[in-house]
């Protein structure tokens, strides 16, 4: 039997389908113009007296470019689906201790240790799979209550982090203080670099928070991020403030990762900034405890945001295609 093709009904349907995809597409393009708005103008962050940015030497951002070697690292790989390799940094100077990854909730980086620089290093990797974002979108705050720190839920006293990034840094091998701590006492004339690239800036972060007190590590501990985003309330950076961690917060122009949660959801961000500016110089701001509009804070969004969030200095971890299909075939794995 003979069976004829329904044009009508196939034109139909493709039109609903077309009219479906252009409100998707309206939702989308106004939730965008939205989002900028928000950040070009109702998020912006104050510029108080006596706030000033000075450009840093050549010699430190030699440092700088050492150490996002270091972070880059982090993502090529380490996670168990291929060996780790030094991709950015001198293989030579540095040795490998250990890795970590886990993926659900996610939190993965490794520990190295560098004997020509003499520096124990640990990285902490960003969000680069579907199951880090799933985290890394969940922006209602939720307490934070570091040991003796006080301050009830509910009260201005409280500490609040992001949800998503408590269920992260809480997720955290115990391997990773384990044999963190064991490698600076094997090395007790080193440096403790504490580095982290976005999600994982915020990792350092807290995990800088646990170890500042601790005899014989927050002296020598140095934390450095790139693109961090912000991570709690006012409360909580108060509380950052106070434990006087050597933090160079590193951004860089129009980069949108460094600029949320956004302070009308109740967040709030140190200083600490480090700032590549659009003139190609890298500025330290300082004068203000608080984020200032000196920095990342009071630069245009645009659509290179993402972009400008995963390059730093010269370096970007955008994938050859070679990469993101082994990616996206780990990803499938692990689904």
Not at 19 to 35: E, F, H
Not at 107 to 135: E, M, Q, S, T
Not at 154 to 166: D, V, Y
Not at 273 to 286: F, P, S, T
């Amino acid at each position: 039997m003979t069976q004829t093709f329904n044009f009508k009904g196939k034109k139909e349907k493709l039109k609903q389908m077309y009219q479906k995809t252009g409100t998707i597409t309206t939702n989308v393009l106004q939730r965008a113009k939205a989002l900028k708005a928000i950040f070009n103008g109702n998020d912006k962050a104050p510029n108080p007296p006596g706030a000033k940015s000075t450009a840093i030497t050549a010699f430190e951002t030699e440092l700088f470019k050492i150490k996002q070697r270091y972070a880059f690292d982090v993502y090529f790989d380490g996670s168990g689906e291929t060996p780790f390799v030094f991709k950015y940094s001198d293989p030579k100077a540095n040795s490998l201790v250990t890795t970590f990854f886990n993926l659900d909730p996610y939190i993965g980086g490794y520990i190295a240790v560098n004997h020509v620089g003499k520096r124990v290093i640990l990285v902490f990797r960003g969000a680069d799979h579907p199951k880090a974002h799933f985290y890394t979108a969940q922006f209602p705050l939720v307490p934070f209550n570091p040991q003796g720190q006080p301050g009830k839920p509910g009260t201005p006293s409280a500490l609040m982090i992001h949800k998503g990034f408590k269920a992260t840094y809480d997720a955290m091998p115990a391997k990773v203080r384990r044999t963190l701590m064991a490698t600076l006492k094997q090395y007790p004339g080193y440096a403790f670099w504490l580095i982290g690239h976005s999600l994982g800036g915020v990792h350092a972060s807290l995990l800088a928070l646990e170890l500042h007190n601790l005899p014989g590590v927050g002296d020598r501990m140095r934390v450095t991020t790139f693109g961090r985003p912000r991570i709690g309330n006012k409360a909580f950076v108060d509380y950052f403030v106070s434990a006087k961690i050597k933090h160079d917060r590193f951004t860089i122009r129009n980069d949108v990762i460094s600029r949320l949660g956004l302070t009308g959801m109740g967040y709030q961000s140190e200083n600490n900034e480090v700032h590549l500016a659009e003139d190609g110089k890298i500025y330290r701001i300082e004068g203000s405890a608080y984020e200032t509009g000196l920095g990342n804070a009071n630069t245009e969004y645009n659509m290179q945001g993402i972009n400008v969030h995963n390059n730093f200095l010269g370096i970007s971890i955008w994938y050859s295609l070679k990469d993101l299909l082994g990616i996206l075939i780990a990803a499938v794995k692990k689904l």
